[in-house]
Nanobody, 112 residues
């Protein structure tokens, strides 16, 4: 089970950190990530981290967002800096373990 938290309202240029707490599974060897979705649009990949720690990012967030994980806490994070209005979306965390497991999403609203 995945529980995302940390969303909220922030002004453009500000920062937020999202957390995704994973229960019932270790995360050390898994691929996990963050996706986001705006109503009426397809879900978009934001960031992925694999077991060894390698990361990849969507083009629109490179240099501004950082994904990380704490294996001991079975939690992974998305640090979002220099937020823009176009980052407004519902953010979902996902972990791959015998298939994809999605969290419920947390809303991030960036005011311009």
């Amino acid at each position: 089970q995945l529980q995302a938290s940390g969303g909220g309202l922030v002004q453009a240029g500000g920062s937020l950190r999202l957390s995704c707490a994973v229960s019932g599974s270790s995360i050390g060897r898994n691929r996990m990530g963050w996706w986001r979705q705006v109503p009426g649009k397809q879900r978009e990949m934001v960031a992925i981290i694999v077991g060894g720690g390698a990361t990849s990012y969507g083009d629109s967030v490179k240099g501004r967002f950082t994904i990380s994980k704490d294996d001991a806490k079975t939690t992974f994070y998305l640090q979002m800096n220099n937020l823009k209005a176009e980052d407004t979306a519902v953010y979902y965390c996902v972990l791959w373990s015998d298939g994809a497991h999605w969290g419920r999403g947390t809303l991030v609203t960036v005011s311009s």
